[in-house]
């Protein structure tokens, strides 16, 4: 930390944060896992709305980590803006229906599957979801 004041102090962390910035958008326009750190280096260079757009292309390309990104204190900031609400309400509501749908195939399914035998011949079976290996002939 000191010596990153100590860069900043010279103006040198702005630029080389500005390097990053250009660096990391260049090789890696939609790489979500990125979006969270140039959201972070963005804010610390003062930019809120560019800080912002990062937040939302993780969120929409797909972060793995986004309950971290939600909750990092870093950008603890940004959680009182209009934008930043929008973001995440938009992303719960596509959430919730992704986790609906998922939910109504599952139940749509029939739980059998086609087993081809040894000799060649196929058979539509459910296995147990509690024995080992057990298979049950269907119909």
């Known amino acids: 930390m000191l010596r990153a004041r100590q860069f900043d ?3 040198l962390l702005g630029d080389r944060l500005d390097r990053y910035v250009e660096i990391a958008t260049e090789r890696a326009p939609h790489n979500p896992f990125i979006f ?5 280096v ?10 912002l757009a990062y ?6 390309w797909g972060y793995p980590r986004l309950e971290q990104l939600r909750e990092d204190p870093d950008l603890a900031q940004l959680r009182d803006t209009k934008r930043w609400r929008e ?9 919730a229906a992704r986790i609906a749908s998922t939910r109504e195939r599952r139940e749509s399914v029939t739980p059998a599957s086609t087993l081809n035998g040894a000799d060649g ?3 539509r079976v459910v296995a147990s979801l509690h024995g080992a ?3 049950w002939p269907v119909g």
């Open 9 to 11: 102090a010279r103006g």
């Open 121 to 123: 011949s196929r058979r």
């Open 42 to 51: 963005q804010l610390r260079l003062g930019d809120r709305a560019a800080a």
């Open 36 to 40: 969270h750190n140039l959201a972070c």
């Open 133 to 135: 290996g057990e298979v």
């Open 87 to 95: 973001a995440w309400a938009s992303f719960d509501e596509r959430e």
């Open 55 to 60: 937040v939302e292309g993780a969120i929409t």
